[in-house]
């Protein structure tokens, strides 16, 4: 997917909403667990009840890794519906990938060509050359990781190298890699003071924020300090939005939250125009 039409579907919608597909059975609604393929069927309802909402699914692959090949063909079901009923919503494989550059190149095929996410995110600490093969897929996106949202970003990503915190350096230098406009990056909502500092190196890129909800952090801060004229957020939440209920109306449940979150975004956008 074309940036400009991630845009026009932000404006569209008046939301900048990412919802976090993180399935795990053990909370899922147990009528559920009887259909054949129980994440499917949860991921399906979701998506039918929110799509309106979010302009974003991310899938962490976690959470389909962990049930090995039945959990990868839920996460194959999943990516092929959202691309044939609802194509222009945005989708991120939040895989973590990055190595050696034939491997990358491997890890590029598969989630880009083989299942057709329009991202993936990507670990920097192997530098260009792992990073780069994802980068020549053209309409597709790397996501970057910058400043995470967990503690552990303060062990090394705000250390200093030299003069700088290591999270500067991943923006400053990857920014000058070859299609580097293929770059996102993700910074947590956690860590929203730094976002002042970040839209300096990178006033443009789109940025990956999670950690509202579960994790604390506040939307507010996040786009004061965040969002570009082109919005270049896309604010993710999976624990609060699809775990709402784990009864028979947990769609609903879900759809309430995702709207709680899209209408202080459509507030926020407004006062963008
Ligand atoms: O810095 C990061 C990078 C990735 N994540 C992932 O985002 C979601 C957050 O889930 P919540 O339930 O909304 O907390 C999850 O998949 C994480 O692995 C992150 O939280 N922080």
């Not at 979010?54 to 976690?62: H, M």
């Not at 050696?100 to 192997?126: L, R, W």
């Not at 003069?163 to 500067?168: A, I």
């Amino acid at each position: 997917m074309k940036t400009e039409d991630l845009v026009a579907q932000i404006k569209r919608k008046n939301s900048f909403l990412c919802i976090g597909l993180d399935v795990d059975l053990e909370k899922l609604p147990k009528h559920l667990l009887t259909t054949e393929d129980p994440i499917f069927s949860f991921n399906k309802a979701i998506i039918d009840a929110t799509q309106h909402l979010a302009v974003a699914y991310k899938p962490n692959t976690a959470f389909y890794e962990a049930y090995g090949l039945k959990g990868w063909q839920s996460l194959d079901k999943t990516i092929r519906y959202l691309n044939s009923q609802y194509p222009e919503i945005f989708t991120i494989a939040d895989a973590k990938r990055g190595d050696i550059g034939n491997t990358s190149q491997m890890y590029a095929k598969a989630f880009f060509e083989d299942m057709g996410f329009d991202s993936v995110t990507v670990a920097p600490y192997m530098g260009k050359d792992s990073v780069e093969p994802f980068l020549t897929f053209k309409d597709k996106h790397t996501i970057l990781l910058a400043l995470t949202s967990n503690e552990g970003a303060f062990d090394f990503q705000t250390q200093k190298v030299g003069e700088k915190e290591v999270y500067k350096k991943v923006l400053e230098i990857s920014k000058k890699w070859k299609n580097a406009k293929n770059l996102m990056y993700v910074v947590g909502a956690t860590k929203a003071e730094y976002l002042a500092e970040i839209r300096r190196i990178v006033p443009e890129s789109f940025l990956l924020v999670p950690g509202v909800g579960a994790q604390g952090g506040n939307l507010q801060q996040v786009c004061h300090f965040g969002m570009t004229n082109n919005v270049g957020l896309l604010i993710n939440s999976s624990r609060g939005i699809i775990y709402a209920s784990n009864q028979e109306n947990f769609a609903e449940a879900a759809t309430s939250e995702a709207q709680k979150l899209q209408s202080q975004m459509q507030e926020i956008l407004k006062d963008l125009k």
